[in-house]
């Protein structure tokens, strides 16, 4: 169980801070989608830095610090069910696959995290 854990936290991990980064640097499609959907520029480095600590939270979870990684896991779930919400809201349905496949890997990532957890 704790590998599969870990495998699907790391591709979490990989993947927030990959969209972060992207978010950081003002990447086109970020701005166009963020645009499309009526997420305010101004809202974009906030937006990034609640991923990069997503993914951070994740990362702390996996050398040990479960609690963290409960929470960061959770709090990923809640900003990825969030941006799903404001894509059906702006009808913006071509691109949700995106924010979805996030969601998946922030679900999958807090389930196993809390199966680890309960075995411990």
């Known amino acids: 169980m704790f ?3 870990a495998i699907i936290t790391v591709i979490t991990i990989l993947a927030n801070a990959g969209i972060a980064a992207a978010d950081f640097s003002r990447a086109g ?11 305010p520029q101004t809202w974009i480095p906030r937006l990034a830095a609640l991923k990069a600590a997503g993914a951070a939270g994740l990362l702390l979870g ?5 609690a963290i990684g409960v929470a960061a896991a959770t709090g990923l779930v809640l900003f990825f069910i969030g941006a799903i919400a404001t894509h059906i809201r702006a009808r913006v349905h071509h691109n949700i696959v995106f924010p979805g496949a996030y969601l998946v890997l922030a679900a999958a990532s807090l389930v196993l995290v809390l199966a680890v957890a309960v075995r411990d």
């Open 29 to 39: 499609f970020v701005v166009a989608n963020s645009t499309e959907v009526g997420v």
């Open 3 to 5: 590998t599969a854990y």
């Open 62 to 66: 996996l050398m040990g610090f479960t």
